[in-house]
Nanobody
Framework: QLQFVESGGGLVQPGGSLRLSCVAS????????IGWFRQAPGKEREGVSA????????YYADSVKGRFTISRDNAKNTVYLQMNSLKPEDTAAYYC????????????????????WGQGTQVTVSS
């Protein structure tokens, strides 16, 4: 059974940091491009970052560039999202997702190319 488990969310003050983890089971993560998405109440799901399989090309949304870093550890079947300088507007449920290879990097921000999704982890940035 293909499954993602996200962890690392929580409550943090503005300016703080969190590292989200996305562990895959039932499949080999390095075959897939992995994306991180977030969704705040009343808002659409937003593509935050993605990393391709193979060449490891990376996408960041403009809203997180310079603050978030995506990485993958294929030996651990895990993808990370390091989030620094967090802002209240980063508050959302964060999800990881896997897409089959072959998509253009420019499409990784769109949820509809992803085949498998985790259950999400909540990030709340508040003082």
């Amino acid at each position: 059974q293909l499954q993602f488990v996200e962890s690392g969310g929580g409550l943090v003050q503005p300016g703080g940091s969190l590292r989200l983890s996305c562990v895959a089971s039932g499949f080999t993560l390095d075959y897939y491009a992995i994306g991180w998405f977030r969704q705040a109440p009343g808002k659409e799901r937003e593509g935050v970052s993605a990393i391709s399989s193979g060449d490891g090309a990376i996408y960041y949304a403009d809203s997180v560039k310079g603050r978030f870093t995506i990485s993958r550890d294929n030996a651990k079947n895990t993808v990370y999202l390091q989030m620094n300088s967090l802002k209240p507007e980063d508050t959302a449920a964060y999800y990881c997702a896997a897409a089959s290879p072959g998509h253009a990097m420019t499409t990784y921000r769109y949820a509809d190319i992803y085949d498998y999704w985790g259950q999400g982890t909540q990030v709340t940035v508040s003082s």
